[in-house]
């Protein structure tokens, strides 16, 4: 199977959620019919996405297809999938990157020496994060205000967060991170840990990133505030895993001990003085 067809959506619901959201901003005057029929920017061609996949050949064609709606180019890092990943991906228009299977962190470290553009966006394979954010990912970056964009859960919404211990016990452990990293270096994040972010591709190369697997994230954020640059956050929504299974085990003690390490490890970074704003 090639094509996840309509596995990955909203729900039934979406098309009534963004209509009546349309008509409030007509009222209020924030957009106007123009703007709704008006046809989309084309695909940008100063960022780059990169989706780290093992095993995801139900989801991860139409994610290729859906990211080349807002960029150019797509990267996809195949960790030593059995099933048809790096073909499907390849067939969808992706540039497909072979690993070694070592983890998330080595996957997104290893698409990024193949990035040439000044801007890059991370992007899961198994459609839970919506490509249709990517711009907004972005803009912060693309205006000079940020150097790193993470989308953020808690504004925007998650179906992958509620429901069972598994997900009260991922809600809890982001929620305590990101305390922990908002009373270390002032911010007031509400989302750390979530893989769906941009940034420059200078500042990614610059951290001196080694985190191996998912702790990747807090290493990102914890290496952007302790180097004094500019974060962000933009509101984006997180669905359901459309198909295949998650690769992180929350019953497995060294997923415990890894988060665990790395927290200790980003609070105790040193802080630099801010670097200068860049035009």
């Known amino acids: 199977m090639d094509d996840a067809g309509d596995i990955i959506r909203f729900g039934e619901g979406e098309r009534l959620f963004v209509i009546r959201r349309a008509r409030r901003l007509l009222r209020q005057g924030r957009t106007t019919a123009n ?8 695909p940008d061609p100063e960022v780059t996405v990169i989706i780290p ?9 139409l994610v290729v297809r859906e990211c080349l709606n807002y ?3 797509v ?15 390849t067939a969808a228009g992706a540039r497909v990157v072979r690993d070694r299977g070592l983890g998330k962190g080595a996957a997104l470290r290893l698409g990024v020496d ?13 459609g839970s994060h919506d490509p249709i954010d990517i711009p907004m990912l972005a803009a912060p970056i693309k205006a000079g205000l940020a150097d790193h964009v993470t989308g953020s859960r808690l504004l925007g919404g998650s179906d992958e967060l509620h429901g069972g211990f598994d997900e009260f016990l991922r809600l809890a452990g982001s929620a305590f991170i990101t305390y922990m990293f908002n009373r270390r270096f002032g911010t007031r994040l509400s989302d750390s840990q979530n893989g769906f972010r941009a940034i420059r591709t200078d500042v990614f190369r610059r951290l001196n990133l080694r985190s191996r697997h998912t702790t990747i994230e807090m290493e990102m954020i914890s290496t952007t505030l302790a ?14 895993r459309a198909a295949g299974y998650s690769k992180i085990s929350l019953s497995n003690p060294k997923i415990w001990l890894a ?8 609070l105790c970074r040193s802080k630099s003085a801010p670097s200068p704003a860049r035009a």
């Not at 990267?75 to 991906?89: K, N, Y």
């Not at 193949?114 to 198994?126: K, L, N, S, W, Y």
């Not at 180097?227 to 359901?240: K, M, W």
């Not at 988060?259 to 980003?266: D, K, N, P, Q, S």
């Open 259 to 266: 988060y665990g390490w790395h927290l200790v490890a980003g």
């Open 35 to 42: 703007d709704l029929v008006r046809a989309e920017d084309p």
């Open 114 to 126: 193949h990035v040439t553009t000044p801007i890059v966006v991370f992007v899961d394979a198994d």
């Open 53 to 61: 996949a093992r095993n995801e050949e139900l989801t991860v064609g």
């Open 71 to 73: 960029v150019t180019t």
């Open 75 to 89: 990267i996809v890092v195949e960790g030593g999938s059995t099933d048809r990943t790096a073909e499907i991906a």
């Open 227 to 240: 180097a004094g640059l500019r974060l962000a956050e933009v509101p984006t929504h997180e669905r359901r």
